[in-house]
C-alpha cells in the first residue's frame, strides 16, 4: 500500500497525499488534540503511583518510632489516608485515561472515514477493501489501549522510576549502585527484545487484514465457490492467514513473556544482592537498619513501575504498527472537495465534450489505453460510442468525470479543461450511470433520491416518468418505498438501469453520461430503455456507450473506437456507408437485437 501512495503522489495536479510520518510522531499527531485530559489523567495515575513510593519511607518512620518507643497512631494514620487517596487518585485517573482514549479512537476513525470517502477512484482501484476494514476497525482498536495505558504508563512509569532510584542514590550510594547495575541489564534486554515485538505484531496485523481481504473475495463470489466446490481451497488460505496470524502472536507473547520474567527476575537479584551487601554493612555499623527496610521496600515499590514501563514498551509496539497501517490509508490520494461548486462558464444549457489528443495509462507502469483520442460532441442530442471490447469507451466517461486525469492532452466540458473546474461543480453538471449500474440496498426511493436529497415529490415523479418507471412503481406492494435490492424485491436489468438514470436525471446534469449493460434486454425494455434516451436528448446532452443497434440508429452522432482511437465519426447511415469496422460490427456481435 505503501507503494500505492508513491504511484499517487507520482502524477501531477493532483492533491498531493500527506507524507507519512514516523508512528510516534503521527501517534501524537492524534492524541494531541486530547492533550489536556491526557496531562490530567497521566498525572493523576502519576499521584497514585507516588502515593505507593511514599509508603517506604512512611514504614521507616514506623520501625523509627518503635525503636524510639514513641505511639505508632501517627505515623500508622498517615499511612491509612496515603493509601487511600492513592487508590482514589489512581481510580479517578484510570478513568480519564480510558475516557480519552475512546476519544482518540473515535478521532482517528472519524477522520479515516472523510478521507475514505473522498479517496480518488484510481487510489481505491488498489485496495482491498476487506484489508481496510480490518484497518478501521482492528487497529484503530489497539489505539486505545496505547493511548490509555501505553503513552501514559511511558511517562508516569519513567517518572515514578527516576524519583525511585533518585531517593535510592539519597538513601544509599553503594546499594543504589549495586540496583543500577541489574537495571541496566533489563534495559539491554529490553532493547533486543522490542524490535522483535515490533516486527511480529506488524505481520500479525498485516495477517488479520488479509483474512479480511480473502473473506471479502469468498463472500463477494460466494456463489461461485460452492458451485465450483471451491470451499477447500478458499479456506486453506483463510486458514494460512489465520495460521500466520496466531504465529505472530505466540511470537509476541514469548518475547513478552521473556521480557517481563527478566525484568521480575532482576528485581529479585537486586533485593538478594541489597540484603547480601546491606546486611554486612548494617553488621559493621555503616548502616541503619530502617534504612535497608526502607531501601528494600522502595526496591519492591519499584518494581510496579518498572512492570508498567516493560509493558508499556511492549504495547506501543503494537500501537505504532497499527499507526503505520492507518497511515498508509491516511495518506492516500485524495479529492479536492472544498472547491466552490460554481461552474467555471456559468452556462447552464446541454453541456459540449471534447477530447484533444488525450493519452491515458492507469498506472504509470501499466500500458497506454488511449492513444490521442480527439473527438467533439456538440451541445444537446445523443452521441454513441461504439467500438471493440476493451477499445477505452468506459475510460472515456472516467476521464470525464476525473475518476482519473489523463496522461497527456486535455478533457474538456464546456471547452474548459476538466482539470481546471472545480470537483463539485464538474461531478454535478455530469450524471453518469455506470455500466451495470448497482441498485443500493433500501427503497426505490432512497435509491432514487441518493443524489439530490432535497428532490421534491414532483421532481420525483417526473424522473419517474421519463424513466419510464411507473410501470414498476405500480407494481411493487409499496410503490417508491418498497425495498429494493439484496433484501427486497428484485427488479430486472432493464429496470435497474432505468432507476439508475433516473437517479442520475434526479440531478438535472447538463450531460448524461450511460454505459449500456451488454447483457441482453427484452423487446420491451429495450424500447423503454431508448425512449428514455432520446426524451432525456432533448432537455440534456447524452453519451452512450451503446452495444444495441436501436440505441445506435437514433443517434445524432456516432464515434467508433477501436484500440484506444477514435477510428470515425457520423451517423449511422454514414458510418455504414464508409466504415468497415462499424459496418462489421453492427452486423454481428457487438449491437446485438436488431
Ligand atoms: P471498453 O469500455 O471499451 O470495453 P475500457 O475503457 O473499460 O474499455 O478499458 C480499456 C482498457 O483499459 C482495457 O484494456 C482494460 O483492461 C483497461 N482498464 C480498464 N479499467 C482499468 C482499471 N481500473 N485499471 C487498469 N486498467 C483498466
Ligand atoms: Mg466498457
Known amino acids: 500500500m505503501t507503494e500505492v501512495a508513491q504511484h499517487a503522489g507520482e502524477q501531477e495536479g493532483r492533491t498531493p497525499p500527506d507524507t507519512p510520518k514516523a508512528p510516534l510522531r503521527r501517534l501524537w499527531e492524534y492524541a494531541r488534540p486530547h492533550s489536556g485530559a491526557l496531562l490530567l489523567g497521566g498525572f493523576l ?178 456463489r461461485t465457490v460452492k458451485a465450483s466446490g471451491a470451499e477447500r481451497h478458499e479456506g486453506e488460505r483463510l486458514e494460512t492467514a489465520a495460521h500466520t496470524a496466531w504465529r505472530k502472536g505466540v511470537q509476541v507473547a514469548a518475547w513478552s513473556a521473556l521480557s517481563g520474567t527478566v525484568a521480575g527476575f532482576a528485581v529479585n537479584i537486586a533485593f538478594l544482592a541489597v540484603l547480601g551487601m546491606g546486611g554486612v554493612r548494617v553488621a559493621a555499623g555503616e548502616l541503619e537498619v530502617s534504612s535497608l527496610i526502607a531501601f528494600l521496600l522502595l526496591l519492591f515499590y519499584l518494581m510496579e513501575p518498572l512492570a508498567m514501563l516493560v509493558q508499556a514498551a511492549t504495547e506501543m509496539q503494537s500501537g505504532l504498527a497499527a499507526v503505520h497501517r492507518i497511515d498508509e490509508v491516511a495518506t492516500l490520494e485524495r479529492e479536492e472537495v472544498d472547491a466552490a461548486p460554481e461552474s467555471p462558464t456559468g452556462s447552464n444549457g446541454p453541456a459540449t465534450v471534447a477530447f484533444a489528443d488525450v493519452t491515458f495509462r492507469y498506472a504509470p507502469d501499466a500500458p497506454m489505453v488511449h ?164 426524451d432525456a436528448a432533448r432537455e440534456t446532452s447524452v453519451m452512450v456507450v451503446a452495444h444495441r443497434l436501436s440505441t445506435v440508429t437514433s443517434a445524432d452522432r456516432i464515434v467508433v473506437m477501436e484500440a484506444g482511437r477514435v477510428r470515425a465519426v457520423g451517423t449511422h447511415a454514414e458510418l455504414v456507408a464508409t466504415d468497415e469496422l462499424y459496418r462489421d460490427l453492427a452486423a454481428s456481435q457487438l449491437l446485438t437485437a436488431s
Open 45 to 222: 495515575s502519576f499521584l497514585g503511583g507516588a502515593a505507593g513510593l511514599a509508603q517506604p519511607l512512611v514504614a521507616k518512620l514506623v520501625i523509627d518510632a518503635l525503636a524510639q518507643d514513641q505511639t505508632l497512631t501517627r505515623p500508622l494514620l498517615l499511612l491509612g489516608v496515603l493509601l487511600l487517596t492513592g487508590a482514589l487518585v489512581s481510580a479517578l485517573g484510570a478513568y480519564v485515561l480510558g475516557r480519552t482514549g475512546e476519544s482518540v479512537v473515535l478521532t482517528v476513525r472519524r477522520q479515516l472515514l472523510t478521507r475514505l470517502l473522498r479517496l480518488r477512484v484510481g487510489a481505491v482501484d488498489r485496495l482491498k477493501p476487506g484489508d481496510l476494514v480490518s484497518r478501521l476497525t482492528s487497529d484503530t482498536t489497539l489505539l486505545r489501549s496505547v493511548v490509555t495505558n501505553s503513552l501514559t504508563n511511558v511517562v508516569t512509569g519513567s517518572l515514578l522510576l527516576i524519583g525511585g532510584v533518585v531517593l535510592m542514590a539519597v538513601m544509599d550510594a553503594i546499594l543504589f549502585g549495586v540496583t543500577m547495575a541489574v537495571l541496566v541489564v533489563v534495559g539491554l534486554v529490553m532493547g533486543v527484545v522490542l524490535p522483535r515485538i515490533s516486527r511480529a505484531t506488524v505481520a500479525g496485523q498485516a495477517a488479520v487484514g488479509e483474512m479480511g481481504a480473502l473473506l471479502e473475495r469468498l463472500f463477494g463470489a460466494f
Open 371 to 534: 492513444h490521442g483520442v480527439t473527438f467533439e460532441a456538440p451541445s444537446g442530442g445523443l452521441t454513441a460510442l461504439v467500438g471493440p471490447s476493451g477499445a477505452g469507451k468506459t475510460t472515456v466517461f472516467s476521464l470525464l468525470e476525473r475518476f482519473y486525469d489523463a496522461t497527456s492532452g486535455a478533457v474538456l466540458l464546456d471547452g474548459v479543461d476538466v482539470r481546471n473546474w472545480p470537483l463539485p461543480a464538474l461531478r454535478a453538471a455530469i450524471g453518469y450511470v455506470e455500466q451495470d449500474a448497482p441498485v443500493l440496498d433500501g427503497t426505490l426511493r432512497q435509491n432514487l433520491v441518493m443524489a439530490a436529497p432535497q428532490a421534491t415529490a414532483e421532481e420525483i415523479d417526473a424522473v419517474v416518468r421519463t424513466a419510464r418507471l411507473e410501470e414498476l412503481v405500480a407494481r411493487l406492494p409499496d410503490g417508491l418505498d418498497s425495498a429494493i435490492g439484496h433484501r427486497g424485491t428484485t427488479i430486472s436489468g432493464g429496470e435497474r438501469q432505468r432507476v439508475a438514470i433516473a437517479r442520475a436525471l434526479l440531478r438535472r446534469p447538463r450531460l448524461l453520461l450511460m454505459d449500456e449493460a451488454t447483457s441482453q434486454l427484452d423487446a420491451a425494455n429495450e424500447t423503454a430503455l431508448k425512449q428514455v434516451m432520446l
